[in-house]
């Protein structure tokens, strides 16, 4: 039951991380993107060159990149684990 | 106000420092004389000093603990207990009480032939409420002089917190900066025109007061 507890707990914690951090990174890309448009010109209008660099960044490395706020602590749990009884 | 403010501020800092000093890992060089199980009492406040290794001791208020004990290179005795620690706080995940003892055990040495072991721990030594370290793991050491190793550990999480709380520092000094020093000068400016505004409208009643007033 203490392992249900702290996995629960772990998991609630994670996730509001995880969840601010991606709404934090989304919006970073969006004010990059608009800058980027605002800069040079482009043909296509703005918001759908938004659209479209938001698209290739729902796919990108970096927004998997913040699943690390679950595998980070998750993995040093099981070093810890292995470290104090194992080692 | 200021005493009240910096009063705080200490016992905050003071009960964080403990806190610390309490959780991170420690080590000790000890010469290990013997280990012993004893019945202990935790039906009181001192319980948070003890561990909660499975869900049923937290319903007991005794039950069999394991001790090692040790003696320094100076010759002054040192206690552990030992005990899982589990899934719960702190966060060592220590499920090998049993393979710990058997290792204790497995150490002890006589004074006239002394294998000095290092002990890693955390938690304290309190003969007035007979409160314990609780013993993480042992490792055999050359001597008492022997290095006790670089505490990588308490150096990676002590500079992390470190950082967690100077970032939180600068930006609450910016946002003070923005936002919040603006705002008390324009209160401070209002309090001083509203003052200025009641001793203009005082000498006035004042002056009307004179006039009646025999000459």
């Given amino acids: ?87 | 106000m200021r005493y009240v403010g910096w009063t705080i501020l200490i016992a905050f800092w003071v009960s964080f420092g403990a806190f610390l000093h309490y959780t991170l890992p420690q080590r000790d060089v000890v010469r290990i004389v013997n280990t012993y199980e004893e019945r202990q009492e935790l039906g009181d406040w001192t319980r948070m000093f003890w561990s909660r290794p499975d869900e049923q001791t937290d319903a007991l208020i005794n039950r069999d603990v394991q001790f090692i004990q040790g003696l320094r290179d100076n010759g002054k005795p040192m206690v552990y207990r030992n005990e899982d620690t589990g899934w719960s706080w702190p966060p060592y995940f220590k499920f090998d009480t049993a393979n710990l003892y058997t290792e204790a055990n497995d150490s002890v040495s006589t004074r006239a032939a002394p294998e000095w072991y290092l002990v890693t721990h955390y938690g304290w030594r309190n003969e007035f409420l007979s409160i314990f370290p609780n013993a993480i793991s042992i490792r055999p050491l050359e001597g008492p002089d022997a290095s006790k190793g670089i505490p990588w550990i308490n150096i990676i999480i002590l500079t992390l917190l470190a950082a967690f709380f100077y970032a939180i520092w600068v930006r609450w000094r910016r946002f003070r900066r923005a936002r919040i020093d603006p705002k008390l000068e324009e209160m401070q400016d209002s309090w001083q025109s509203a003052g200025d505004a009641v001793q203009e409208r005082r000498g006035r009643v004042r002056r009307w007061l004179d006039t009646w007033r025999s000459k």
């Fill in chain 1, 1 to 87: 039951m203490a392992l249900v507890r702290l996995l629960f707990i772990a998991f609630v914690v994670l996730s509001v991380i995880y969840l601010s951090l991606s709404l934090y990174s989304r919006a970073k890309a969006r004010d990059r993107l608009e800058a980027e448009w605002d800069e040079g010109d482009f043909d296509i209008p703005r918001k759908s060159y938004v659209r479209a660099g938001l698209a290739e960044y729902d796919s990108s490395l970096r927004r998997k990149l913040i699943l690390g706020v679950y595998i980070v602590p998750m993995s040093i749990v099981v070093l810890i684990i292995y470290l104090v009884n194992f080692a």
